[in-house]
């Protein structure tokens, strides 16, 4: 692999900075299930999303990332995908699609697509071939191997390796017609492709080229930061208290994740005068590798999202044994990704996206008396960061948690998995597993939007595959477009905000207070311009001692979250208060 970022021919050539056109851009995740139901059938479709542009247009987003629509057998609601160049009958056929990516670009949106090819489905022609004979020539499209030594085939131990699977389980299925385990991360109707085969990449390459052909304006790329995996499949270590092995250590930024990337850009956006935008998942990931990934001089992507911040409430036991995140870790962890990327590579800004909890609930507060101020505190810091903010549909309304009464009301693979495996096969209580679902479960993303207060919440005039959230009457768009101090609102005026000032798109960041418990507050310069945001992540009072507060005394309060309250840089904030400043800095 040529290291691109010591050869100053090959950073000669990276565009600047400011041509950039992501760096000022917001981008709003549907995910098509549960946006909008057009006919009935209680599952959300592309025609239900054209017929509530207008809800985007008005919120001021610039990009849709669109989560998969393509022929699924909906194992992981659509990433499982069987067919890459056709739309899920459930979502529509390929003329809605056009029709979407015509009426986004009418109005100045674009649309990017999501890219799932560290694995297919199970059903895809692919797999089926390859599972079909030992001999077949697609055989080694995937990672098929051999019964441990020693070990009856199909019986428990007799994996090619200890990995264990994201959905619980062994990493590994056995197939009895060929006698051989096939390896998949995720479900075991998620088989692994093997990136090692350039007939792989090549029929990717292929695929992706004929989407921008199409019109699509880039990729949203799932767990791309794991499919180099290192050589001979290595038994992983097993962490205290677990069953597998964590492979992480062999499959995520593999031997050969760099070169695959720079290939892909090569063979992809390379020869395209197109405005791209690439951002690529990646759990796991380091500010290390994250500098790597996105520095614009090595063409891999343009930015990654990473799941620092989104890990700091898992106990020892993962996800599923959930704890508290303080105000002061979530800064911190921010902070120095800020730091991280603050001269070379670039940020995404995320707080929620359709495998996270719903942020008020989750580091905001969504009991009545502070559910609207804190999702908007937790709006105001993320979006006037550096980076690019991703908004998850309903985040803009502050949609919360869903108070999942039984096992019977979650629908996702994961948290079903899960929860078998926790009570049937682990004997844990079943009330806390629940308990742990009811905050962590990736459902609570899933709810449908919540459009109006009328039946099912204006989502469908079916039965919703997923129950809505009860709260709809209370929480919902149409009341919020109407109301200057809505969620929505905020959200607006921040997406505003990072398009009429550079300062907010392209100014450097400064974090304030690091020791302050609640208190997150940071400054962003470009020139002689300066915003300030002070922002209480708690529900109590706080004060603070600002370095340089005297200068900022007659700086323009810009954006406040407390209705009647002018922002004042005062050294008092009230409970999940946030304030936006400007000023010129002289001298
Ligand atoms: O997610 C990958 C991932 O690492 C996790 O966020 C995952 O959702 C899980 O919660 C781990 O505990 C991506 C997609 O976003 C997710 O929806 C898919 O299920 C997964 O890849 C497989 O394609």
Known sequence: MTDLTTNPAARAGAPAADDQWWRSAVVYQIYPRSFADSDGDGVGDLRGIIQHLDHLQELGVDVVWLSPVYASPQDDNGYDISDYRAIDPAYGTLEDFDELLADLHARGMKLVMDLVV????????????????????????????????????????????????????????????????????FSRKQPDLNWENPEVRDAVYDMMNWWLDRGVDGFRMDVINLISKVAGLPDAEVPPGAVHGDGFPFYAQGPRIHEFLQEMHERVFAGRTGDYLTVGEMPGVTVEHARLFTDPARREVDM??????????????????????????????LGRWQEGLAETGWNSLYWNNHDQPRVVSRFGDDRPEHRVASAKALATVLH???????????????????????????????????????????????????????????????????????????????????AVNPNAALINAAAQREDPGSVFAHYRALIALRHSERVVSHGSFELLLPEHPTVFAYTRTLGDRQLLVIANLSGERAVYDLPDAAGWREAEPVLGNLGGRLPRVDGRCEPWEAQVFLQEVTG
């Open 304 to 333: 990654v999202f990473q799941f620092e911040h989104v890990g700091l409430d898992h106990g020892a036991g993962g996800k599923f044994d959930p704890g508290a995140a303080s105000p002061r870790d979530v800064k911190a962890s």
């Open 118 to 185: 560290n694995h297919t489905s199970d059903e895809h022609p692919w797999f089926v071939e390859s599972a079909s004979s030992v001999d077949s020539p697609k055989r080694d499209w995937y990672w098929w191997r051999k019964p441990r030594a020693g070990f009856a085939a199909g019986a428990p131990g007799a994996e090619p390796n200890n990995w264990g699977s994201f959905f619980s389980g062994p990493a590994w299925h056995y197939d009895e017609v060929s006698g051989e385990y096939y390896l998949h991360l």
């Open 384 to 466: 006037l960061m550096r980076g690019t903010p991703y908004v998850y549909q309903g985040e803009e309304l502050g949609m919360t948690n869903m108070p999942f009464a039984s096992i019977d009301d979650f629908r996702d693979i994961e948290s079903l998995n899960h929860y078998a495996v926790a009570v049937a096969a682990q004997g844990q209580a079943p009330e806390a597993v629940l308990a742990a679902l009811r905050v962590m479960s990736r459902d609570n993303a899933r709810t449908p939007v919540q459009w109006s207060d009328g039946p099912a919440a204006g989502f469908t005039t079916g039965t919703p595959w997923i």
